[in-house]
C-alpha cells in the first residue's frame, strides 16, 4: 500500500493572533507560513509524489500551490473530509479565552467525548479523515501501484488524530502528540499495519529550545504557531 506524506498548512495569520480558525473564511499563510510553503519543494525535492491532497481551506491550498507551480503536470485534489475539525461557536475565538471553557478540559483530557457547540465531536473529526485515508490509499495503489507515494495537505488537530489511528493510538492519547506548522509526517501503510516513519519533521530544532513562557501542559487546539 502507499506512503502518505503529510504536511500542516504553514503558519497563518490565525496562528500567530492566537485564534482558533476552524472552517472561519479568509484565513491566510502569513509572511513565515509563505516562506515555509516556498521551501517544501526543495525538502521534498528526492520524492516521486503521484498525488497532491488538500484541505478546502486557503491555508492549505496556498502551502501547496509552490511545490504544484514546481511540478506541472501534478494533480491536485481538494477532499473536504481532511478539512479543518468544525469547531462551531469556538471558532474565531482567541484561545487565551477559551482556555477557561469547561469544555477545554474535555477536549485535553478525554477528547473523544468533546463535542464542539454548534460543530463537530473530535471522534467524527477522525472517523471522518481516517476514512479518507483508506479511500486514497485504495485510489492510489490502484492507480500508480502499492509502492507509490502521495501527499495530503491539512491541518494540525487531523493530522494528530491520523496519527493516532495509524498507531492504534486512542483518541484520548492524541493531545500527546504535535506537529508544527509545514511539518512533515509519514506513515506507509502496509496490508497489516501502518509504520509511522516521519513525525512533525521541520528539519528545524528552534521550536525545542526554552520559551521564555513555560509550557502549560495543555496541548494547543488546532496546532499551534510553532517555533517563534
Not at 485510489?139 to 494528530?160: N, P, Q
Not at 496519527?163 to 493531545?175: C, K, M, S, T
Request: proline residues 7%; aromatic residues 4%; contains cysteine.
Amino acid at each position: 500500500m502507499p506512503t502518505l506524506i503529510l504536511v500542516r498548512h504553514g503558519r497563518s495569520t490565525a496562528n500567530t493572533s492566537g485564534v482558533l480558525a476552524g472552517w472561519t473564511p479568509g484565513v491566510r499563510l502569513d509572511e513565515r507560513g509563505t516562506a515555509q510553503a516556498a521551501a517544501l519543494p526543495g525538502r521534498l525535492a528526492g520524492l516521486p509524489l503521484s498525488e497532491v491532497v488538500a484541505s478546502p481551506l486557503d491555508r492549505c491550498q496556498e502551502t501547496v500551490r509552490p511545490l504544484l507551480d514546481a511540478r506541472p503536470g501534478l494533480p491536485l485534489h481538494t477532499d473536504e473530509r481532511i478539512g479543518e475539525c468544525h469547531y462551531g461557536d469556538w471558532s474565531g475565538r482567541k484561545l487565551a479565552e477559551l482556555k477557561d471553557e469547561p469544555l477545554m478540559e474535555v477536549v485535553q483530557a478525554h477528547p473523544s467525548a468533546a463535542a464542539f457547540p454548534g460543530g463537530e465531536s473530535m471522534r467524527a473529526m477522525q472517523t471522518r479523515a481516517a476514512e479518507a485515508v483508506r479511500e486514497w490509499n485504495a485510489r492510489v495503489e490502484r492507480d500508480h501501484g502499492a509502492d507509490a507515494v502521495y501527499l495530503m495537505c491539512s491541518h494540525g488537530d487531523i493530522i494528530k488524530s491520523l496519527v493516532a489511528d495509524a498507531l492504534g493510538l486512542h483518541l484520548d492519547l492524541f493531545q500527546r502528540i504535535s506537529v508544527e506548522p509545514c511539518s512533515v509526517t509519514a506513515i506507509r501503510y502496509t496490508r497489516l499495519r501502518p509504520f509511522l516513519l516521519r513525525l512533525g519533521d521541520t528539519g528545524d530544532f528552534a521550536s525545542l529550545a526554552p520559551r521564555e513562557e513555560p509550557p502549560t501542559g495543555d496541548a494547543t487546539v488546532g496546532g499551534g504557531a510553532g517555533a517563534p
